[in-house]
């Protein structure tokens, strides 16, 4: 059997399927989209050569720009205060033990559950300055006028505490999990020398989540970049792009306003910047995995 | 000698299973096609150029309707599917097969469409935001404009939808801008309609005093408020407005005194507190139920809502008392009070390639004949057809119906196209951002200019 494994004609055979799908799901759309790229073409009728025109009306972008730095904010966000919070979240939920532990282990996930479009238009309810929940409270506390939650200073913000919620179960989950592979045992030693829970959380839990943070840290950060569904469906990058992100305004480009090569641009670059963020993080973690060892 | 057996098996079963995939997938991608093509083939009979419907009276004929009216069951969806069910029953040899889709989803999937083949009628709108890509990109059949001299088309609604002389398209309604108010609500406030644009601000003020809403604006939406200020401008530049606009979008300049002018009204307007908190950010439906739960006094939006006054949903005691007054005038302004912000946007065209284009051109003219589209939408309070209705007053109309008969009648002009559409659907897009920006105070007047006009280049 090992030796069939070596053999090269079934190694081929093996990886063909794979690599077909992956050229031609893939790549192929990737070596379009970076054609498409250097054109002016509308979606419709003729395509013409442009060369990097895209690129350089890109770089003076101002909505593209405020995506990039929107997804960032959101990246830090991710990093910051959902991750933080979740494993916690995870570290108290598993010292919870029985009924309380599975309870709360649902209630945490069940914004994961629900649909975006669900959630989006939740939130966009919760946010109406007529009769939205917020404004409910706050009037309930003595606020005299009504808040805008989504106005122009302060819709990016709405917006996060939307997807830092709307993620965090996923976020938590994973940790959750982690904590449950660590074997109890050091747990029980760290009680016997007399560790309290910061103690135990900082001393074991924490070092021995490290491969689990990383992978969930790259995720998170790549949702970052990828946001599109929730943005689209709450403020559509408004008002006037203080909400956009890189793949909605992509979609705003290609589809609405007939730009289908500048479009595609935006595809190529924002391609770009995930491949280079995801190297950069592999490569910053390998450093400290190197380091530690 | 075993294992090279096995070996041999195993790549020969890989390879074969790989190429069986393949293969099958290729099969069975033809067949799709071929069984698309037999079921479509046996009903879909191509009409011959000089055949006329008498002689191919019993092949089946299938159209396909690409329409932006998903609701079928009120307004202009149920105007759209009566005649279709109307002409199916007049033409029991031809079914008419209806994909629907909201405005957004509509224009991505159209533009799809464009790239692998039209439906055999499609909705349309005659602006060059939308039109022009779609021309240059050749999709839509020409039209005889001879065919249409007895449709009682109102004088230059039609010019909308032609290139180089050339019409492609008939449009369906006559939007008019305006400002839909609660007479109860004015009434039992002392609130009088206002005459001016002062007049308005200060209607605006003792409104918001007695603890209501002015204006419902759907400001999240952007193309709202950019027929809003395109509204002002037509009380700034008078009969002027469409040479301004088309100039500056040619050129991509936006400095126009009379542009400014009309920017800075409506900048005014949003400082002043006229619409409501979030306006930039709010939908059509949220902005709608502000006005027809009450809490807005008034709501701006184009005629096609002037079937609120038939909506059962909405309360007796609001529903009856809607009414309408247009924009008031500007002090200085060249446009007069009967110089209205109005066009004819949407409507009707055929697909070049269409297998069945006679029939589809044929049914297209049936649409139009005076007492289907423009009889069936007046009866059903759906607003303003592009064509004459006054054949059509059943004398049972609703005063909203009447007042806004009553402005087109006495309307001295007309603006034509909204400023969001009168250029590229870049600008459009472009316009429809920035204008948020502007009115909430965010950017100023001449960087709003400048975007909109770096968008037009």
Known sequence: MKKLYSNKPVIFSLVLPGLLVFLFAVMAPIGLSVYYGFTDYSGMGEVRLIGFDNYVDLFHDNAFGRSLKNSLLLAVGFICIQHPLAILVAAVLDKLQGKAEGIFRCIYFIPNVISVAVIAYLWKFIYNPDFGLLNNIAKAFGHPGKINWLSQQNAIWAVLIVLIWHGFGWGMLIYYTGIKNIDPVLYEAASIDGANWWTTFFGITLPLMKPVIQINVTMAVISALKQMETVYLLTNGGPNNSTQFAANYLYQQAFKAFKYGYGNAIGVVFIIICVLVTVALNSIFKEKRESAA | MKKRMLTTLLTAAMTASVLTGCGGLAKESASTAANDEAAAKPQIVDVEENETPAERSDEAVKLKLFSNLPDRKNGQGLVEQMIIDEYMAENPDVTIEVEALDEEAYKTKFKAYAMDGMPDVVSIWGQPAFLD???????????????????????????????????????????????????????????????????????????????????????????????????????????????????????????????????????????????????????????????????????????????????????????????????????????????????????????????????????????????????????????????????????????????????????????????????????????????QGVSNGSTSVDDFLAAIGAACK
């Open chain 2, 133 to 435: 890509e779609v021309l240059d990109a050749g999709v839509l059949a020409e039209l005889n404009e001879d065919d249409y001299l007895d449709y009682s088309f109102i004088a230059g609604s039609l010019e909308g939808f032609k290139k180089d002389d050339k019409l492609y398209g008939l449009p369906r309604n006559t939007d008019i801008m305006l400002f839909y108010y609660n007479q109860k609500m004015f009434d039992d406030n002392g609130w009088k309609v206002p005459a001016t644009m002062d007049d308005l601000l200060t209607l605006c003020t003792e409104i918001q005093a007695a603890g209501i809403t002015p204006v419902a604006m759907d400001g999240g939406d952007g193309w709202p408020m950019a027929c809003f200020l395109t509204d002002i401008m037509v009380k700034v530049t008078g009969i002027n407005y469409a040479d301004i606009i088309s100039n500056a979008v040619a050129t991509g300049d936006f400095t126009a005194p009379e542009i400014k002018q009309a920017t800075q009204i409506l900048v005014n307007f949003a400082d002043a507190g006229m619409f409501q908190v979030g306006y930039d950010s709010q939908d059509y439906g949220t902005t709608m139920n502000l006005f027809t739960n009450g809490q807005a006094a008034m709501y701006c939006m184009g005629s096609w809502d002037a079937s609120m006054a038939l909506n059962e949903d909405i309360a007796p005691e609001i529903r009856d008392n809607i009414r309408v007054f247009t924009m008031p005038t500007v002090e200085g302004g060249k446009g007069g009070a009967n110089d209205i912000a109005a066009w004819n946007g949407g409507g009707y065209a055929v697909s070049v390639n269409s297998a069945v284009k006679d029939e589809a051109i044929k049914f297209l003219n049936y649409m139009y004949q005076p007492d289907k589209l423009s009889k069936y939408g007046w009866e059903n309070g759906v607003g303003m057809s592009a064509q004459d209705q006054t054949a059509y007053l059943t004398g049972n109309e609703t005063e909203l119906q009447k007042q806004i008969m009553e402005i087109l009648k006495n309307a001295t002009s007309v603006s034509g196209t909204p400023i969001n559409d009168c250029g590229p659907s870049a600008f459009k897009t472009a316009i429809e951002s920035e204008i």
